[in-house]
């Protein structure tokens, strides 16, 4: 007597074959889910990230003219060269933006590269670089 065994009929995906795709899916999901949370995240960061562009110039009349670049809108309230500083207030907008800032005045030597710490609302401090132009 011959028995035969009744073949299943394999139709479909296997198990393996649909916790991978089920794993890859997920992995997929997840990183999404970062990406934008993170990303969403420094965009709406209420801290200000200001950064300088290029080399500032600073003009005789102790004049700072130079190119930021910020996430955000902020103040610079203080300006320092050294020991010296100046409180004026400029806004700087969200964006690349030049802005002519007065310094302290002291005696600025031509060619000479100058290191400025601007001081914002919240604390920060950007230090940019200048070169004395007069």
Not at 18 to 45: E, K, P, R, W
Not at 54 to 65: A, E, F, P, Q, Y
Not at 77 to 95: L, Q
Request: aromatic share 6%.
């Amino acid at each position: 007597m011959i028995v035969q065994k009744a073949k299943k009929n394999k139709k479909g995906l296997s198990g393996a074959i649909t916790a991978l795709i089920l794993v890859i899916a997920s992995v997929i999901i997840a990183l999404v889910v970062v990406f934008f949370a993170f990303g969403y995240l420094g965009a709406f960061s209420s801290s200000p990230t200001v950064t300088q562009i290029g080399t500032g110039k600073i003009l005789s009349c102790g004049k700072l003219h130079i190119t930021l670049s910020s996430n955000t809108q902020t103040e610079i309230v203080k300006e320092e060269v050294g020991s010296e500083c100046v409180s004026d207030v400029y806004t700087i907008r969200p964006g690349t933006g030049q802005y002519c800032i007065t310094l302290p005045s002291i005696n600025y030597a031509k060619g000479q590269t100058y290191t400025i710490d601007l001081i914002l609302s919240n604390g920060g401090v950007v230090t940019v670089n200048a070169i004395a132009c007069c």
